[in-house]
């Protein structure tokens, strides 16, 4: 449930840990249902569940204004191996949010940890987001990015040996693209 009652934003579930699909809202959901392993949740499996998860979202908002900002979170590559598999299921879930909400912002947030044991996120690391937004820009979809810094100096910093020169090296391949990075987060 949500009681928003003010500008909110809509963090969705973000496959870190073990759930139960307990949910009312997940009734007649049966891809959403059964897209998991383990009980960690397989985001973005097919177009089936990119097509239930907006009517999830539906059915999680009604009766209230709708999200300033819907965050979601990458596939794992295990299943969806490459930025065309994952963009063409998530443009189900555009086209039908931006019929419903055509002010509201859905962005992505890059991911690195996890209790999921099939493997990394397909969006983590530098590259991996730079991929990301050429592909946007290529197919002109509205989704944006937000940055989790921590996550990403995760990916591309080992043993946490962070020196100035490793942050900036990090970041500056980004600076061509800010204009896909809607927000950060620093923690």
């Not at 998530?90 to 055509?102: G, M, S, W």
Request: hydrophobic share 35%; with cysteine.
């Amino acid at each position: 449930k949500i009681n928003p009652n003010m500008k909110y934003s809509l963090h969705t579930e973000y496959s870190y840990l073990r759930r139960k699909f307990s949910s009312e809202l997940l009734d007649g959901l049966n891809v959403i249902n059964n897209a998991h392993k383990g009980h960690i949740p397989l985001l973005w499996y097919n177009k089936k569940w990119s097509e239930e998860f907006s009517v999830f979202i539906e059915k999680l908002t009604e009766n209230h204004q709708p999200p300033e900002n819907i965050e979601i979170h990458p596939p794992f590559i295990d299943y969806c191996s490459n930025m065309s598999t994952f963009l063409e299921t998530y443009k189900v879930f555009e086209n039908k949010i931006k019929e419903l909400y055509p002010d509201t912002n859905v962005i992505i947030e890059n991911r690195s940890g996890t209790q999921y044991s099939g493997g990394n996120f397909l969006i983590s690391d530098l590259d991996s987001i730079v991929n990301l937004i050429k592909s946007l820009e290529q197919d002109k979809l509205k989704l944006r990015v937000v940055l989790d810094v921590i996550q990403l100096f995760s990916s591309e910093i080992k043993e946490y040996n962070f020196t100035e020169k490793k942050i900036k090296d990090t970041l500056r391949p980004l600076k061509p693209y800010m204009k896909y990075i809607s927000g950060i987060h620093i923690w």
